[in-house]
Nanobody, 119 residues
Framework: QVQLVESGGGLVQAGGSLRLSCAAS??????MGWFRQAPGKEREFVAI????????NYADSVKGRFTISRDNAKNTVYLQMNNLKPEDTALYYC??????????????WGQGTQVTVSS
């Protein structure tokens, strides 16, 4: 059974940092990453990393502040979030692409971890 388990969310003041983790079990993936959804808004892409080549892509809104990384041995992806802003407040979801090569479509999702940034 495929499982993605997120951790690391919390409450932080603006300018602070948090590190999210997502541990995958049940299989390996061609790409893993993060999406987020704020209240009243649609889910949006945050960052993605391919598993073999380590290709990375970020949303413009987080470039220079967030860093995605992976630990292949642990089948875990991380999101280091620095200089957090109130507009980063959202439920953050881990996502994974189970196809042999990254397709940009994600068929496994975690339950989400809440990130709240106070001003």
């Amino acid at each position: 059974q495929v499982q993605l388990v997120e951790s690391g969310g919390g409450l932080v003041q603006a300018g602070g940092s948090l590190r999210l983790s997502c541990a995958a079990s049940g299989r390996t993936f061609s790409a893993m990453g993060w999406f987020r959804q704020a209240p009243g808004k649609e889910r949006e892409f945050v960052a993605i990393i391919s598993w073999r080549g380590g290709r990375i892509n970020y949303a413009d809104s987080v470039k220079g502040r967030f860093t995605i990384s992976r630990d292949n041995a642990k089948n875990t992806v991380y999101l280091q979030m620095n200089n957090l802003k109130p507009e980063d407040t959202a439920l953050y979801y881990c996502a994974a692409d189970s196809r042999p090569v990254p397709t940009g479509r994600y068929d496994s999702w975690g339950q989400g971890t809440q990130v709240t940034v106070s001003s």
